[in-house]
Protein backbone atom coordinates (compact mmCIF):
# COMPACT_ATOMS: atom_id res chain seq x y z
CA UNK A 1 0.00 0.00 0.00
CA UNK A 2 3.27 2.75 0.85
CA UNK A 3 4.52 1.70 -2.54
CA UNK A 4 1.05 2.91 -4.26
CA UNK A 5 0.50 5.68 -2.20
CA UNK A 6 3.99 6.96 -2.91
CA UNK A 7 3.49 6.17 -7.02
CA UNK A 8 0.33 7.87 -6.88
CA UNK A 9 1.47 10.98 -5.09
CA UNK A 10 4.53 10.85 -7.07
CA UNK A 11 2.24 11.28 -10.22
CA UNK A 12 -0.03 13.71 -8.22
CA UNK A 13 2.86 15.98 -7.91
CA UNK A 14 4.06 15.70 -11.33
CA UNK A 15 0.95 16.63 -12.59
CA UNK A 16 0.79 19.76 -10.58
CA UNK A 17 4.40 20.67 -11.18
CA UNK A 18 3.76 20.66 -15.08
CA UNK A 19 0.44 22.80 -14.78
CA UNK A 20 2.43 25.35 -12.60
CA UNK A 21 5.17 25.69 -14.79
CA UNK A 22 2.67 26.58 -17.78
CA UNK A 23 0.73 29.33 -15.56
CA UNK A 24 1.84 30.15 -12.74
CA UNK A 25 2.19 33.86 -12.02
CA UNK A 26 4.86 35.49 -10.01
CA UNK A 27 6.08 38.59 -8.82
CA UNK A 28 3.29 41.46 -9.44
CA UNK A 29 1.58 39.78 -11.37
CA UNK A 30 0.90 37.35 -8.30
CA UNK A 31 -1.54 40.15 -6.70
CA UNK A 32 -4.77 40.61 -8.34
CA UNK A 33 -8.32 41.03 -7.56
CA UNK A 34 -11.92 39.38 -8.47
CA UNK A 35 -11.27 40.30 -12.17
CA UNK A 36 -8.01 38.47 -12.60
CA UNK A 37 -9.09 35.32 -11.29
CA UNK A 38 -10.21 31.96 -12.87
CA UNK A 39 -10.16 28.06 -12.50
CA UNK A 40 -6.72 27.03 -13.13
CA UNK A 41 -4.92 30.52 -12.16
CA UNK A 42 -1.88 30.01 -10.76
CA UNK A 43 -0.41 32.05 -8.12
CA UNK A 44 2.91 32.64 -5.74
CA UNK A 45 3.24 35.62 -3.65
CA UNK A 46 6.82 35.70 -2.06
CA UNK A 47 7.89 38.09 0.90
CA UNK A 48 9.98 39.55 -1.89
CA UNK A 49 6.84 40.67 -4.17
CA UNK A 50 5.01 42.59 -1.15
CA UNK A 51 4.95 46.44 -1.69
CA UNK A 52 5.27 48.57 1.43
CA UNK A 53 2.71 49.24 3.77
CA UNK A 54 0.17 52.69 3.08
CA UNK A 55 -1.47 52.81 6.26
CA UNK A 56 -2.93 56.38 4.68
CA UNK A 57 -4.89 55.02 1.51
CA UNK A 58 -6.18 51.75 3.15
CA UNK A 59 -10.22 52.07 3.70
CA UNK A 60 -13.06 50.15 4.60
CA UNK A 61 -15.21 48.86 1.18
CA UNK A 62 -17.10 46.10 2.64
CA UNK A 63 -19.33 44.03 -0.40
CA UNK A 64 -23.15 44.36 -0.30
CA UNK A 65 -24.68 41.55 -0.80
CA UNK A 66 -27.35 40.44 -3.54
CA UNK A 67 -29.51 37.96 -4.59
CA UNK A 68 -27.79 35.53 -6.62
CA UNK A 69 -28.53 37.05 -10.43
CA UNK A 70 -30.25 34.99 -12.94
CA UNK A 71 -28.65 32.35 -14.59
CA UNK A 72 -25.05 32.98 -12.20
CA UNK A 73 -23.42 29.66 -11.98
CA UNK A 74 -20.19 29.51 -10.63
CA UNK A 75 -16.95 28.11 -12.15
CA UNK A 76 -14.63 25.53 -11.74
CA UNK A 77 -11.80 23.73 -13.38
CA UNK A 78 -12.30 21.29 -16.60
CA UNK A 79 -13.33 18.06 -16.08
CA UNK A 80 -15.70 19.05 -12.68
CA UNK A 81 -18.65 20.46 -11.79
CA UNK A 82 -20.24 22.56 -8.98
CA UNK A 83 -24.03 21.69 -7.90
CA UNK A 84 -26.06 22.87 -4.73
CA UNK A 85 -26.08 20.30 -2.82
CA UNK A 86 -28.19 21.11 0.19
CA UNK A 87 -29.67 24.49 1.89
CA UNK A 88 -29.15 25.53 5.33
CA UNK A 89 -29.38 28.69 7.47
CA UNK A 90 -26.05 30.37 7.77
CA UNK A 91 -24.20 27.42 6.91
CA UNK A 92 -20.10 27.74 8.08
CA UNK A 93 -17.09 25.00 8.99
CA UNK A 94 -17.98 21.46 7.87
CA UNK A 95 -16.66 18.40 9.05
CA UNK A 96 -17.42 14.85 7.79
CA UNK A 97 -18.18 11.65 10.26
CA UNK A 98 -16.40 8.73 9.58
CA UNK A 99 -19.55 7.27 8.59
CA UNK A 100 -20.20 9.63 5.97
CA UNK A 101 -22.55 11.93 7.52
CA UNK A 102 -21.60 15.60 7.34
CA UNK A 103 -21.95 17.92 10.19
CA UNK A 104 -22.28 21.58 9.63
CA UNK A 105 -21.53 24.20 12.42
CA UNK A 106 -24.60 27.08 12.31
CA UNK A 107 -22.74 29.37 14.13
CA UNK A 108 -25.25 33.06 14.29
CA UNK A 109 -28.06 30.27 15.29
CA UNK A 110 -26.14 28.14 18.02
CA UNK A 111 -26.76 25.45 15.67
CA UNK A 112 -24.97 21.89 14.53
CA UNK A 113 -26.88 19.82 11.57
CA UNK A 114 -26.06 16.89 9.94
CA UNK A 115 -26.60 16.00 6.10
CA UNK A 116 -27.01 12.57 5.09
CA UNK A 117 -26.50 11.22 1.74
CA UNK A 118 -26.17 8.32 -0.20
CA UNK A 119 -22.54 7.96 -2.42
CA UNK A 120 -22.37 9.51 -4.94
CA UNK A 121 -25.67 11.13 -4.72
CA UNK A 122 -26.16 15.26 -5.56
CA UNK A 123 -28.67 15.97 -3.31
CA UNK A 124 -29.29 14.09 0.49
CA UNK A 125 -32.00 11.94 1.81
CA UNK A 126 -31.91 14.62 4.44
CA UNK A 127 -30.77 17.53 7.22
CA UNK A 128 -31.29 16.80 10.74
CA UNK A 129 -30.57 19.36 13.66
CA UNK A 130 -28.37 17.85 16.10
CA UNK A 131 -27.43 20.31 18.65
CA UNK A 132 -28.90 23.73 19.20
CA UNK A 133 -28.26 26.40 21.73
CA UNK A 134 -24.78 26.34 21.30
CA UNK A 135 -22.51 29.75 21.80
CA UNK A 136 -21.34 29.93 18.75
CA UNK A 137 -20.32 26.64 17.63
CA UNK A 138 -17.84 26.56 14.82
CA UNK A 139 -14.79 23.98 15.36
CA UNK A 140 -15.76 20.02 15.45
CA UNK A 141 -14.15 17.15 15.66
CA UNK A 142 -14.60 13.53 16.60
CA UNK A 143 -12.83 11.23 19.28
CA UNK A 144 -11.15 8.98 19.73
CA UNK A 145 -9.82 9.40 16.26
CA UNK A 146 -9.21 5.73 15.02
CA UNK A 147 -12.00 3.03 15.44
CA UNK A 148 -15.46 4.30 15.95
CA UNK A 149 -16.13 7.67 17.44
CA UNK A 150 -17.71 7.84 21.28
CA UNK A 151 -17.50 11.52 21.15
CA UNK A 152 -17.87 15.16 19.32
CA UNK A 153 -15.97 17.82 20.17
CA UNK A 154 -17.09 21.13 19.90
CA UNK A 155 -15.04 24.30 19.64
CA UNK A 156 -17.97 27.30 20.97
CA UNK A 157 -16.49 30.70 21.15
CA UNK A 158 -14.68 30.67 24.33
CA UNK A 159 -15.31 27.01 25.78
CA UNK A 160 -14.63 23.19 24.40
CA UNK A 161 -17.71 21.00 25.08
CA UNK A 162 -18.13 17.54 23.82
CA UNK A 163 -21.32 15.09 23.35
CA UNK A 164 -21.66 10.93 23.61
CA UNK A 165 -21.67 10.30 19.72
CA UNK A 166 -22.11 6.55 17.98
CA UNK A 167 -21.67 6.59 14.52
CA UNK A 168 -25.22 7.49 12.56
CA UNK A 169 -26.35 9.40 15.12
CA UNK A 170 -28.52 11.95 13.61
CA UNK A 171 -29.48 14.14 17.08
CA UNK A 172 -26.93 14.46 20.31
CA UNK A 173 -28.11 11.16 22.75
CA UNK A 174 -27.01 13.47 25.76
CA UNK A 175 -26.36 16.95 27.32
CA UNK A 176 -22.76 18.28 26.30
CA UNK A 177 -20.05 17.93 28.64
CA UNK A 178 -17.72 21.46 28.93
CA UNK A 179 -14.44 20.02 28.36
CA UNK A 180 -12.14 23.30 28.50
CA UNK A 181 -14.60 25.79 30.32
CA UNK A 182 -12.68 28.98 29.25
CA UNK A 183 -10.35 29.08 26.24
CA UNK A 184 -9.12 32.93 27.05
CA UNK A 185 -9.50 35.67 29.17
CA UNK A 186 -11.44 37.91 27.03
CA UNK A 187 -13.14 36.47 23.87
CA UNK A 188 -14.76 39.09 21.26
CA UNK A 189 -13.84 40.23 17.78
CA UNK A 190 -12.18 37.13 16.44
CA UNK A 191 -15.00 34.55 17.79
CA UNK A 192 -14.54 31.42 15.77
CA UNK A 193 -12.89 28.92 17.33
CA UNK A 194 -11.26 25.39 15.24
CA UNK A 195 -10.03 22.41 16.72
CA UNK A 196 -8.48 19.34 15.49
CA UNK A 197 -6.67 16.21 17.36
CA UNK A 198 -3.36 14.54 16.74
CA UNK A 199 -3.74 10.97 14.93
CA UNK A 200 -3.14 9.39 17.77
CA UNK A 201 -5.64 11.22 19.62
CA UNK A 202 -3.43 12.34 22.55
CA UNK A 203 -3.75 16.13 21.23
CA UNK A 204 -5.87 18.30 21.23
CA UNK A 205 -5.71 21.53 19.55
CA UNK A 206 -7.51 24.60 19.55
CA UNK A 207 -6.91 28.06 17.67
CA UNK A 208 -7.97 31.29 19.38
CA UNK A 209 -7.87 34.58 17.06
CA UNK A 210 -6.87 38.19 18.28
CA UNK A 211 -9.31 40.33 20.07
CA UNK A 212 -8.11 43.41 17.61
CA UNK A 213 -6.66 44.26 14.17
CA UNK A 214 -3.12 45.02 15.87
CA UNK A 215 -3.94 44.56 19.84
CA UNK A 216 -4.84 48.19 19.78
CA UNK A 217 -6.97 48.37 23.07
CA UNK A 218 -4.04 46.51 24.97
CA UNK A 219 -3.13 49.73 26.58
CA UNK A 220 -0.20 49.03 29.04
CA UNK A 221 2.85 49.48 27.33
CA UNK A 222 6.00 46.87 29.20
CA UNK A 223 9.27 48.20 29.58
CA UNK A 224 12.30 46.54 27.84
CA UNK A 225 12.89 44.85 31.51
CA UNK A 226 8.96 44.38 32.18
CA UNK A 227 8.75 42.83 28.46
CA UNK A 228 11.81 40.19 29.81
CA UNK A 229 10.39 39.11 32.86
CA UNK A 230 7.14 38.63 30.89
CA UNK A 231 8.82 36.66 28.02
CA UNK A 232 10.57 34.40 30.67
CA UNK A 233 7.09 32.93 31.72
CA UNK A 234 5.22 32.77 28.53
CA UNK A 235 5.72 31.53 24.98
CA UNK A 236 7.83 33.24 22.80
CA UNK A 237 5.98 36.87 21.32
CA UNK A 238 2.79 36.01 23.32
CA UNK A 239 0.76 38.79 24.22
CA UNK A 240 -0.64 40.08 27.29
CA UNK A 241 -3.74 42.15 28.91
CA UNK A 242 -6.59 42.01 26.53
CA UNK A 243 -4.90 39.92 24.00
CA UNK A 244 -3.56 37.24 26.45
CA UNK A 245 -3.94 33.59 25.38
CA UNK A 246 -5.27 35.40 21.72
CA UNK A 247 -3.45 35.31 18.25
CA UNK A 248 -2.40 31.38 19.24
CA UNK A 249 -3.02 27.49 18.83
CA UNK A 250 -3.29 26.20 22.06
CA UNK A 251 -2.46 22.78 23.27
CA UNK A 252 -4.81 20.27 25.29
CA UNK A 253 -5.14 16.70 25.98
CA UNK A 254 -8.56 15.50 24.97
CA UNK A 255 -10.10 16.08 28.86
CA UNK A 256 -9.08 19.84 28.50
CA UNK A 257 -5.72 19.27 30.87
CA UNK A 258 -2.46 19.78 30.36
CA UNK A 259 -3.04 22.76 28.39
CA UNK A 260 0.07 25.38 26.89
CA UNK A 261 0.79 27.48 24.27
CA UNK A 262 1.50 25.65 20.85
CA UNK A 263 1.95 28.71 18.81
CA UNK A 264 1.80 32.50 18.73
CA UNK A 265 1.61 35.59 16.50
CA UNK A 266 -0.89 34.26 14.82
CA UNK A 267 -3.78 36.80 14.23
CA UNK A 268 -6.43 34.66 13.18
CA UNK A 269 -5.96 30.90 12.60
CA UNK A 270 -9.77 29.74 11.70
CA UNK A 271 -9.42 26.65 9.95
CA UNK A 272 -7.04 23.80 10.97
CA UNK A 273 -5.87 20.59 9.90
CA UNK A 274 -3.08 18.20 10.49
CA UNK A 275 -1.35 16.12 7.51
CA UNK A 276 -2.47 12.39 6.69
CA UNK A 277 -0.27 9.88 8.06
CA UNK A 278 1.61 12.68 10.29
CA UNK A 279 0.84 15.23 13.03
CA UNK A 280 1.72 18.29 11.39
CA UNK A 281 -0.46 20.99 12.60
CA UNK A 282 -1.96 23.45 9.90
CA UNK A 283 -3.56 27.06 10.40
CA UNK A 284 -5.51 28.61 7.14
CA UNK A 285 -4.77 32.27 8.91
CA UNK A 286 -6.23 35.98 8.22
CA UNK A 287 -3.21 38.68 8.53
CA UNK A 288 -3.92 42.29 9.88
CA UNK A 289 -5.83 45.00 7.69
CA UNK A 290 -5.60 49.15 7.14
CA UNK A 291 -2.18 48.62 5.53
CA UNK A 292 -2.91 48.57 1.98
CA UNK A 293 -4.02 46.93 -0.70
CA UNK A 294 -1.64 43.75 -0.97
CA UNK A 295 -0.75 43.97 2.79
CA UNK A 296 -0.73 41.84 4.68
CA UNK A 297 -1.45 38.77 2.66
CA UNK A 298 -3.10 36.27 4.57
CA UNK A 299 -1.70 32.58 4.16
CA UNK A 300 -1.70 29.15 4.80
CA UNK A 301 1.29 27.19 6.97
CA UNK A 302 2.54 24.46 9.13
CA UNK A 303 2.62 25.51 12.50
CA UNK A 304 6.12 24.83 14.55
CA UNK A 305 5.66 23.81 17.88
CA UNK A 306 7.25 27.58 20.07
CA UNK A 307 6.77 29.13 16.82
CA UNK A 308 6.33 32.46 16.65
CA UNK A 309 4.53 34.34 13.43
CA UNK A 310 4.76 38.10 14.01
CA UNK A 311 1.45 39.41 15.28
CA UNK A 312 0.89 41.94 16.46
CA UNK A 313 4.47 43.91 15.98
CA UNK A 314 6.01 42.24 13.07
CA UNK A 315 4.42 40.38 9.73
CA UNK A 316 6.53 37.98 7.47
CA UNK A 317 9.17 37.64 8.80
CA UNK A 318 11.37 40.79 10.49
CA UNK A 319 8.91 43.33 8.44
CA UNK A 320 7.97 46.17 11.56
CA UNK A 321 3.97 47.38 11.59
CA UNK A 322 4.59 50.91 11.38
CA UNK A 323 1.54 51.48 14.07
CA UNK A 324 3.69 49.53 16.78
CA UNK A 325 7.09 50.61 15.71
CA UNK A 326 10.08 50.07 18.02
CA UNK A 327 7.93 48.27 20.64
CA UNK A 328 9.81 44.48 20.70
CA UNK A 329 13.16 44.73 19.17
CA UNK A 330 13.94 41.61 20.92
CA UNK A 331 11.71 39.42 18.44
CA UNK A 332 13.46 40.49 15.30
CA UNK A 333 14.88 37.65 13.62
CA UNK A 334 12.80 35.11 15.39
CA UNK A 335 10.04 35.10 13.72
CA UNK A 336 8.94 31.90 11.36
CA UNK A 337 7.81 33.09 7.99
CA UNK A 338 4.66 31.48 6.64
CA UNK A 339 4.26 28.95 3.88
CA UNK A 340 1.51 29.77 1.61
CA UNK A 341 0.98 33.73 1.08
CA UNK A 342 -2.24 34.83 -0.51
CA UNK A 343 -3.73 38.03 -2.08
CA UNK A 344 -4.35 40.10 1.05
CA UNK A 345 -7.85 40.45 2.61
CA UNK A 346 -9.18 37.01 1.07
CA UNK A 347 -10.50 36.01 4.45
CA UNK A 348 -8.59 32.18 4.68
CA UNK A 349 -11.12 30.46 6.82
CA UNK A 350 -11.56 26.57 6.43
CA UNK A 351 -9.07 24.40 5.43
CA UNK A 352 -8.96 20.35 4.60
CA UNK A 353 -6.57 18.10 3.06
CA UNK A 354 -8.03 15.70 -0.04
CA UNK A 355 -7.00 12.19 0.89
CA UNK A 356 -4.21 10.47 -0.57
CA UNK A 357 -6.51 7.19 -0.88
CA UNK A 358 -9.84 7.88 -1.55
CA UNK A 359 -11.84 6.16 -3.56
CA UNK A 360 -15.20 6.81 -3.33
CA UNK A 361 -17.34 7.11 -6.34
CA UNK A 362 -16.93 11.11 -6.78
CA UNK A 363 -12.79 10.75 -6.20
CA UNK A 364 -11.01 12.90 -7.50
CA UNK A 365 -7.77 12.09 -9.84
CA UNK A 366 -4.32 11.51 -8.49
CA UNK A 367 -3.29 14.85 -9.02
CA UNK A 368 -5.21 16.09 -7.16
CA UNK A 369 -4.73 14.08 -3.30
CA UNK A 370 -2.36 15.15 -0.78
CA UNK A 371 -3.23 18.45 -1.82
CA UNK A 372 -4.75 21.45 0.04
CA UNK A 373 -7.98 22.85 0.08
CA UNK A 374 -9.13 26.69 1.29
CA UNK A 375 -12.69 28.15 1.61
CA UNK A 376 -11.70 32.22 0.97
CA UNK A 377 -14.61 33.96 2.22
CA UNK A 378 -13.47 37.42 0.88
CA UNK A 379 -12.18 41.12 1.21
CA UNK A 380 -14.10 44.00 3.26
CA UNK A 381 -10.99 46.20 3.94
CA UNK A 382 -9.58 46.84 -0.05
CA UNK A 383 -10.24 48.57 -3.31
CA UNK A 384 -11.27 45.69 -5.31
CA UNK A 385 -12.54 42.24 -3.99
CA UNK A 386 -10.33 39.72 -2.97
CA UNK A 387 -11.50 35.86 -2.09
CA UNK A 388 -15.10 34.85 -2.86
CA UNK A 389 -13.59 30.90 -4.07
CA UNK A 390 -12.22 28.25 -3.22
CA UNK A 391 -8.09 27.62 -3.91
CA UNK A 392 -6.30 24.82 -3.82
CA UNK A 393 -2.51 24.97 -2.00
CA UNK A 394 -0.11 23.00 -3.85
CA UNK A 395 1.97 19.98 -1.33
CA UNK A 396 4.46 17.83 -2.65
CA UNK A 397 6.11 15.54 -0.81
CA UNK A 398 4.36 17.23 2.58
CA UNK A 399 5.78 20.67 1.81
CA UNK A 400 3.85 23.79 0.44
CA UNK A 401 5.76 25.21 -2.67
CA UNK A 402 4.40 28.18 -1.99
CA UNK A 403 1.89 28.13 -5.16
CA UNK A 404 -2.04 28.01 -4.80
CA UNK A 405 -4.51 27.78 -7.65
CA UNK A 406 -8.01 29.15 -8.41
CA UNK A 407 -10.52 26.09 -7.78
CA UNK A 408 -14.30 27.73 -7.98
CA UNK A 409 -14.84 31.24 -8.55
CA UNK A 410 -17.83 33.17 -9.90
CA UNK A 411 -18.99 34.50 -6.38
CA UNK A 412 -18.72 38.25 -7.05
CA UNK A 413 -21.09 40.45 -8.98
CA UNK A 414 -19.45 43.12 -9.68
CA UNK A 415 -17.04 46.32 -7.98
CA UNK A 416 -19.51 46.58 -5.49
CA UNK A 417 -21.28 43.33 -4.91
CA UNK A 418 -21.35 39.49 -4.39
CA UNK A 419 -23.89 36.63 -4.13
CA UNK A 420 -21.95 34.47 -2.01
CA UNK A 421 -18.97 33.81 0.60
CA UNK A 422 -17.04 30.80 0.79
CA UNK A 423 -16.66 29.27 4.74
CA UNK A 424 -16.21 25.84 5.40
CA UNK A 425 -15.00 23.19 3.00
CA UNK A 426 -14.09 18.89 3.37
CA UNK A 427 -14.31 16.14 1.73
CA UNK A 428 -17.18 13.60 1.95
CA UNK A 429 -17.17 9.97 1.75
CA UNK A 430 -17.60 9.69 -1.43
CA UNK A 431 -14.54 11.66 -3.02
CA UNK A 432 -16.82 15.27 -3.06
CA UNK A 433 -15.56 18.17 -2.36
CA UNK A 434 -18.18 19.63 -0.09
CA UNK A 435 -18.08 23.77 0.69
CA UNK A 436 -20.50 25.62 2.47
CA UNK A 437 -21.62 29.89 1.72
CA UNK A 438 -22.86 31.47 4.65
CA UNK A 439 -24.57 34.10 2.09
CA UNK A 440 -26.88 31.99 -0.06
CA UNK A 441 -26.78 29.42 2.97
CA UNK A 442 -25.71 26.44 0.43
CA UNK A 443 -23.60 23.48 0.81
CA UNK A 444 -21.80 22.97 -2.55
CA UNK A 445 -20.59 19.64 -4.23
CA UNK A 446 -17.96 20.03 -6.38
CA UNK A 447 -17.18 16.19 -8.09
CA UNK A 448 -15.30 14.86 -11.68
CA UNK A 449 -17.63 14.72 -14.25
CA UNK A 450 -18.88 11.49 -15.43
CA UNK A 451 -16.15 9.25 -16.94
CA UNK A 452 -13.37 11.90 -16.12
CA UNK A 453 -10.25 10.41 -15.07
Known amino acids: MRTTLNWALMLGSMALAGSAMAQVRTGPAAFGDYTTDAPGVIRKITVADVPPPTPDKAKAAPAAVAPRPAGAELKTLP ?72 WLYVAENNQVTRFPYKSGDLKASGAPEVIVPEISPQHGHHTTRDLVFSHDGKRMFVSVGSGSNVAEQVKEKKTPEEVKAWQANHALGAMWGAEEDRAAVLVFDPMGKGRRTYATGIRNCVGMAVTPGSDQVWCSTNERDMLGDDLVPDYITRVKDGGFYGWPWYYLGDHEDPRLAGQRPDLKGRITVPDVLIEAHSASLQMTFYPPMSKGPAAFPAAYRGQIFAAEHGSWNRAKRTGYKIIMAKVVNGVPTGEYEDVVTGFVVDDAKVWGRPVGIDVAKDGALLFSDDVSGSVWRMAPKAGAK
Not at 82 to 87: C, I, L
Not at 106 to 111: A, F, L, N, V, Y
Not at 119 to 134: F, H, N, Q, S
Open 79 to 150: GFTVQEFAKLDHPRLIRVAPNGDVFVAETQGGKIRVIRAKPGADKPDGVETYAEGLKGPFGLAFWPTTGEPH
